[in-house]
């Protein structure tokens, strides 16, 4: 897991940071993993996003209706 941090505020900057120093058990971990398996969140838009770090293109109401 990895925490993003896109804040403005550096007592959030902190609190990011502060969550590298969490350590999971292995039940929490085997929670996560039923919760949310490996290449669940897989897909063209995840690797565009780790490639290039585009966000997607903002969508109006009107347009989103169109869909």
Same mark, same amino acid.
């Given at each position: 897991?990895?925490?993003?941090?896109?804040?403005?505020?550096?007592?959030?900057?902190? %609190?990011?940071?502060?969550?590298?120093?969490?350590?999971?058990?292995?039940? *929490?971990? %085997?929670?996560?993993? @039923?919760?949310?398996?490996?290449?669940?969140? @897989?897909?063209?838009?995840?690797? @565009?996003?780790?490639?290039?770090? *585009?966000?997607? %293109?903002?969508?109006?109401?009107?347009?989103?209706?169109?869909?």
């Amino acid at each position: 897991m990895t925490a993003i941090p896109g804040t403005k505020r550096r007592r959030y900057l902190e %609190e990011n940071a502060a969550a590298a120093t969490v350590r999971l058990e292995p039940a *929490d971990l %085997e929670r996560l993993e @039923a919760a949310v398996p490996a290449g669940a969140a @897989a897909g063209q838009r995840t690797a @565009a996003v780790r490639a290039y770090g *585009d966000s997607p %293109e903002l969508v109006t109401q009107d347009e989103r209706r169109q869909l």
